[in-house]
């Protein structure tokens, strides 16, 4: 689906229109970045899709310099002409984050890694993978940061949708029609626990910083070496 150019399109040109928690989730990623003084560092983006996120990252580190990972030519197709202003700043390499221990960097030094709205579509396994190799990848004392979406119980299904139709009117009307939708869209997405209980199992102390509905933002510091 994301190899298709108009699917990759499509998306693009409705992605500010879409819920008001990606936006506000988006500015909470922005402040962390900034609290962490990257000055001349390096940030990692996986899952850099069009290059949105990267764009405001960017704008918001004048001295950094970012390397977006994303698996759909598509897609990286327009994150090059989006990030094209920022020249040698940008570095985009395709891999398959399903694969991420074959992924090979540009040698920089890493201080945050963060992944926006990407990791609910890669198995679970795949997603503590992510997460163990980001803790190796960024320096002692750097950030993770992940933006995603989160799996709601079906024992609080309805609590769920109660809150969540007061920012999505077309949220689903029964659990099987969530499940539907996850399907549909190839999401798979996990648990808060269980993404807390994989940055705990890569030596990390992590928290839920944001939380909306099934949409968090966790953040874990790499010890200082």
Known sequence: MWQERDT?????AGASEGLATRAEQQ???LALLREARIGDGAVLDLGVGSGLVGEAVLDALPEASLVGVDCSDAM??????????????????????????????PVARYEVVFSVQTLHHLSDAEKEAA????ARVVEPGGLIVVV??????????REWAAVW?????????????????????????ASVHDHLGWFAN????????????????????TPDR
């Open 76 to 105: 990286l197709e327009l994150a090059r002409a989006r990030l094209d202003r920022f020249g040698a700043r940008v570095r985009l390499v395709r891999h398959d984050l399903a694969a991420i221990r074959t992924l090979a960097l």
């Open 8 to 12: 990759a399109r499509r998306w693009d």
């Open 165 to 189: 139709r007061g920012i999505d009117p077309a949220a689903p009307a029964t659990y099987a029609e969530y499940e539907e939708e996850l399907a549909s869209g190839g999401d798979r997405p």
């Open 202 to 221: 890569a030596g990390l102390d992590p928290m839920c910083i944001h939380a909306y509905g099934h949409r968090v933002v966790l953040v874990a510091r």
């Open 148 to 157: 995603d979406r989160v799996a709601v119980p079906w024992s609080l299904f």
């Open 27 to 29: 500015e909470i990623l």
């Open 131 to 134: 997460i163990a190799w980001s």
